[in-house]
Nanobody
């Protein structure tokens, strides 16, 4: 059964860091592009970052560029999102998703598999 499971969310103070994990089962992440998305209360889903399956290309939304880093550990079939210098506006439920497109960007419709989400709250 294909499954993505996020973890690592929680409550953190502004300026702090968190590392989100996205563990895949039932398929091999090597062959999929992986995206991270987030949805804050009352707002539309936003694409945060993605990692291509075919090369080392990555994408970051302007709102997180320079603060967030996406990475893969293919041996663990896991993708990470390192989030530094967190701001209150980063508060959201974060989702990882897998796409068979080589370069899906952060178009949600291009992603076939989704995790259940992990909540991140940035507050003092």
């Amino acid at each position: 059964q294909v499954q993505l499971v996020e973890s690592g969310g929680g409550l953190v103070q502004p300026g702090g860091s968190l590392r989100l994990s996205c563990a895949a089962s039932g398929f091999t992440l090597d062959y999929y592009a992986i995206g991270w998305f987030r949805q804050a209360p009352g707002k539309e889903r936003e694409g945060v970052s993605c990692s291509s399956s075919s090369d080392a290309s990555t994408y970051y939304a302007d709102s997180v560029k320079g603060r967030f880093t996406i990475s893969r550990d293919n041996a663990k079939n896991t993708v990470y999102l390192q989030m530094n210098s967190l701001k209150p506006e980063d508060t959201a439920v974060y989702y990882c998703a897998a796409s068979s497109w080589r370069h899906p960007g952060v178009e949600g419709d291009r992603y076939e598999y989704w995790g259940q989400g992990t909540e991140v709250t940035v507050s003092s």
